[in-house]
């Protein structure tokens, strides 16, 4: 498991079907795009978040990790 939480940004809000799709990620809007936000996430999570993603057809604009550790 990964210490951090994986802080994906996508283009445009998400609906409620995406919302209900992605139940297990904090998804919320900021502007005109939605963040999604996974803790503790491992490659396999990830991945599994990425094809969910894709499935959905949505535009990746960033993706970054937050590290828990103090800076």
């Not at 498991?1 to 994906?8: A, N, Q, S």
């Not at 209900?20 to 396999?44: C, K």
């Amino acid at each position: 498991m990964i210490d951090g939480t994986y802080v994906i940004t996508v283009r445009g809000v998400a609906g409620p079907a995406v919302r209900a799709a992605f139940d297990d990620v904090e998804v919320s809007a900021v502007g005109d795009t939605t963040v999604l936000r996974r803790a503790g996430a491992d490659q396999s999570a990830l991945h599994g978040l990425f094809r969910r993603i894709e499935n959905f057809g949505l535009d990746v604009l960033e993706v970054h990790l937050e590290s828990t550790e103090p800076a």
